[in-house]
């Protein structure tokens, strides 16, 4: 049984645009090694692997008191997008956003475009804003809405050292839940995935990634680039006044100016918060306010 949490309790909740169909292809298209290579969790749920015949994908949503049930009118596709992956899991992401914008805002070509691509790099900005390189569980308590990193050193365990969850046979040995192909994927630092890496490693501030800055450069650009979508996002939008009904664009807009004040928010706390860490500077191009001043600290 697989289950995909369709209700953004921890994705920006009804604020923030987040698609989550690339999340969920991503997670249907994992090879398990479950029975060979190829043993993909779609092709399990599809019963091509289950000796058992009981395979299945479970939702976890919300209805509230909105007139569109989802408070945020983006937030409706997640909703289509899991009712899709689950009669047909062979669907990609960027056909079912499609469809989505098709039938919700317009059949404009153009526009379309636009849309599906602000859709599709939505959760990664998400993502590099909030759960940059495998972090993950930052917000506060009892509100997941804001970040709380002071609270929450069991998930990220930040030292002078470095940060990351050491969840190899050094640490946890969470990496023993895997097949033991994948688990020698991710428990070695030079083959695991760099978006997950703060989630099987405790990993130096000066360690060097690929793209040959230190992790701590690369986790504040991270944090820099999610703000960054969030500002071109709103002007690919504004460019689709009158392209769509005016009432959706107004809620949409209003909702990203939302969006970028929480994004700023999310990297002006964590940044400040990993520095008194690392206390190496911030790259060239990053702005972080401190919480303390209204000043803003960059090397630009």
């Known amino acids: 049984m697989a289950e995909l949490e369709i209700v953004q309790e921890y994705t920006g909740e009804g604020k923030q645009l987040v698609y989550l169909g690339t999340m969920w292809q991503e997670f249907l298209e994992s090879d398990t090694y479950a029975n060979g290579p190829g043993s993909t969790v779609k092709k399990i749920l599809k019963d091509k692997l289950s000796a058992q015949k009981l395979t299945g994908i479970a939702g976890v949503a919300n209805i509230s008191n909105m007139t569109n049930w989802c408070e945020h009118p983006f937030a409706q596709a997640n909703w289509y997008a899991f009712g899709r992956l689950a009669w047909d899991p062979d669907l990609t992401a960027h056909e079912i956003a499609n469809e989505w914008v098709h039938m919700t805002f317009t059949s404009d070509s153009n526009a379309v475009n636009k849309i599906v691509k602000i859709m599709m790099g939505s ?29 929450r050193m069991a998930y990220h365990h930040a030292d002078n050292k470095g940060l990351g969850f050491d969840r190899t046979d050094n640490g946890s040995s969470g990496v023993d839940c895997y097949h033991p192909v994948v688990r020698a994927t991710f428990a070695d630092v030079k083959t695991c995935p760099e978006n997950l890496l703060l989630w099987f490693h405790h990993i130096p501030w000066n360690y060097k990634m690929t793209a040959n800055i230190t992790m701590w450069d ?25 392209k ?9 807009s209003r909702k990203l100016v939302i969006q970028e004040r929480d994004a700023e928010h999310w990297r002006n706390v964590c940044l400040t918060y990993f520095h008194d860490f690392s206390h190496l500077p911030y790259p060239k191009g990053v702005e972080v306010i401190s919480d303390n001043s209204s000043s803003i600290e960059t090397n630009r």
């Not at 993502?127 to 609270?151: F, N, Q, R």
């Not at 690369?218 to 009158?242: F, P």
């Open 218 to 242: 690369e986790l504040c650009l991270h944090y820099q680039s999610g703000v960054d979508w969030v500002r071109q996002t709103q002007k690919t939008w504004e460019s689709l006044a009158g």
């Open 244 to 252: 769509i009904d005016d009432e959706q664009f107004q809620i949409v």
């Open 123 to 151: 959760r990664e900005a998400f993502v590099s804003y909030e759960t940059p390189l495998g972090l993950t569980h930052l917000m506060g308590a009892p509100s997941h809405y804001v970040p709380k990193p002071s609270i």
